[in-house]
């Protein structure tokens, strides 16, 4: 073939497939705005609430329980927080939310269990402290913590400023709650065990 015509046919195939690039859009993180959760909070048991600024959760004999009244976040969806432990060596921030719809719901623990762990309640029937999902991650008094938690499908995923400790595929596996006062928070809430916290901005969107 001559080289003109080669040339002619390069450029065809230009025309056609050498133009501007297409940009790739995150639909689904466009399109889903942040709800923010900030007064339709209840306290349920335990403790002092107050709305405020900022959600403070006092000290109860076990549990303070707290439930949101408004929009309760369906998977797939991520939720941000920020929280801090004022008083207390227990979980400053058990956060029940639907795992697989409201009525298969599960609770990320935020220094349970002496004061460090991060797990789920519970997997299998075995809660934080026993399942496989368990990390342990110093939580100091008075500093704030940022969590995010993902649910995605099967896909459970929890970071602490930013460092991701529990990425878990649920597929196949019994989700529940814990029995006993931390079921009075779902179909979503929050939670302290002795202790007194704080915790602000809270918000979700869908994916």
């Given at each position: 073939?001559?080289r003109r015509?080669w040339?002619?046919?390069?450029?065809?195939f230009?025309?056609v497939g050498?133009?501007?690039?297409?940009?790739?859009v995150?639909?689904r993180?466009?399109?889903r705005?942040?709800?923010?959760?900030?007064?339709?909070?209840?306290?349920?048991?335990g403790?002092?609430?107050d709305?405020?600024?900022?959600?403070?959760?006092g000290w109860?004999?076990?549990l303070?329980?707290v439930?949101?009244?408004?929009?309760?976040?369906?998977?797939p969806f991520?939720?941000?927080?920020?929280?801090?432990r004022?008083?207390g060596?227990?979980?400053f921030?058990a956060?029940?939310f639907p795992?697989?719809?409201v009525e298969e719901c599960?609770?990320?623990?935020?220094?349970?269990?002496g004061g460090?762990?991060?797990?789920?309640s519970?997997?299998?029937?075995?809660?934080?402290?026993e399942?496989?999902a368990?990390?342990i991650?110093?939580?100091?008094?008075?500093?704030?913590?940022?969590?995010r938690?993902?649910r995605?499908?099967e896909?459970?995923m929890?970071w602490?400023?930013g460092?991701?400790l529990?990425d878990i595929?649920?597929?196949?596996k019994i989700l529940?709650?814990?029995q006993?006062g931390?079921?009075?928070?779902?179909?979503?809430?929050?939670?302290?065990w002795?202790t007194t916290?704080?915790?602000?901005?809270i918000?979700w969107?869908?994916?």
């Open positions: 073939m001559k015509k040339m002619g046919l390069f450029g065809g230009c025309l050498c133009g501007e690039k297409k940009t790739v995150d639909v993180a466009v399109e705005p942040w709800i923010e959760m900030k007064d339709e909070w209840e306290g349920v048991s403790g002092q609430v709305v405020v600024e900022e959600l403070s959760i109860g004999e076990s303070t329980n439930r949101w009244k408004g929009e309760v976040p369906t998977a991520e939720l941000e927080l920020k929280a801090k004022v008083n060596t227990d979980f921030c956060v029940t795992a697989r719809g599960v609770t990320l623990i935020v220094g349970g269990w460090s762990l991060v797990g789920i519970s997997i299998d029937g075995k809660d934080a402290s399942n496989d368990q990390k991650h110093a939580f100091e008094a008075d500093i704030w913590y940022q969590v938690l993902v995605d499908g896909k459970l929890v602490i400023d460092e991701k529990i595929d649920t597929t196949g529940s709650l814990r006993g931390i079921e009075e928070c779902a179909p979503f809430g929050l939670a302290t002795q916290a704080r915790i602000k901005d918000r969107r869908g994916l």
